[in-house]
T-cell receptor
């Protein structure tokens, strides 16, 4: 069965610090997708990134970067020069091919990030 | 704004009652997913529909049911409500079956 572990329940940093959110996953499939979502205090879930299992290139988008390492089954998320607006719960999620059609997401338990001014 | 709409935003009801949550996917998205977010269970997948057909079931209780209509909107029906059903219910949609899911703002259900 697929599983996503986000061991960091809460992280608190001071503005402008860099912070890395860890995500470790378990899957028996060779083809899968990994995602990060952000849930700000307002409650909605905001899509940040999708990565497929065949693409191990790291990705950078502004202050956000993602490090995918298949060898350690990890998909970590780094925010550089954090800002107060980055305060949110961040979820890592995994999607496996399922009977060739469904793409349900299995979520980790989330990491509450608080950025202090 | 993800383009996915959910109504109502909040719902307060009593135990034993039945409620219907509604979701309109993004324009062009054929796949709709329902998730439940609660403090003790986290974010859990309930059910998925693709172009009107049920495609996958997760941890959905027998008291819960869903459907997707020809215009692609979806409804989640929750019956014989219990206190433990209080949660945030999200609908998500995706263009196909291999694309990222975009989430609606959620419906917060409170069962008293």
């Amino acid at each position: 069965a697929q599983k996503v572990t986000q061991a960091q329940t809460e992280i608190s940093v001071v503005e402008k610090e860099d912070v890395t959110l860890d995500c470790v996953y378990e899957t028996r499939d060779t083809t899968y997708y990994l995602f990060w979502y952000k849930q700000p205090p307002s409650g909605e879930l905001v899509f940040l990134i999708r990565r497929n299992s065949f693409d191990e290139q790291n990705e950078i988008s502004g202050r956000y970067s993602w490090n995918f390492q298949k060898s350690t089954s990890s998909f970590n998320f780094t925010i550089t020069a954090s800002q107060v607006v980055d305060s949110a719960v961040y979820f890592c999620a995994l999607s496996e091919p399922f009977s060739g059609s469904a793409r349900q997401l299995t979520f980790g338990s989330g990491t509450q990030l608080t950025v202090l001014p | 704004d993800s383009g996915v709409t959910q109504t109502p935003k909040h719902l307060i009801t009593a135990t034993g009652q039945r409620v219907t949550l509604r979701c309109s996917p993004r324009s062009g998205d054929l796949s709709v997913y329902w998730y439940q977010q609660s403090l003790d269970q986290g974010l859990q997948f309930l059910i998925q529909y693709y172009n009107g057909e049920e495609r996958a079931k997760g941890n959905i209780l027998e008291r819960f049911s869903a459907q997707q209509f020809p215009d692609l909107h979806s409804e989640l029906n929750l019956s014989s409500l219990e206190l433990g059903d209080s949660a945030l219910y999200f609908c998500a949609s995706s263009e196909g079956l291999v694309y990222e899911q975009f989430f609606g703002p959620g419906t917060r259900l409170t069962v008293l």
